[in-house]
């Protein structure tokens, strides 16, 4: 999945939007992994997300943000349709 930075450079009245490839954003599969439960250890469905983006274009606290929304967002996909 690629993002992408828009940025439009006016020439002579005429607009030319020039795309920037600035975040590389990788989801991997859902298995089930063991996680600590209190004193126990349980099998639970898991999902490695790895964001990759140019730090002179975006900075590290809105990549963080943008992380939590996408884990809140894969938790609980109801937020996508009523736009919690």
């Not at 020039?18 to 126990?40: E, N, T, W």
């Not at 983006?53 to 938790?75: C, M, P, Q």
Request: glycine share 4%; proline share 4%; hydrophobic share 50%.
């Amino acid at each position: 999945m690629m993002f992408c930075s828009a940025s439009c450079v006016e020439i002579d009245c005429w607009y030319l939007c020039l795309l920037i490839q600035s975040a590389i954003l990788g989801m991997h599969s859902i298995q089930k992994r063991p996680v600590v439960v209190g004193k126990d250890i349980v099998a639970r469905p898991m999902m490695y997300v790895a964001l990759t983006y140019d730090h002179r274009l975006i900075d590290g606290r809105e990549a963080v943000l943008f992380l939590r929304a996408v884990k809140d967002n894969v938790e609980d996909p109801r937020r996508l349709l009523l736009d919690l």
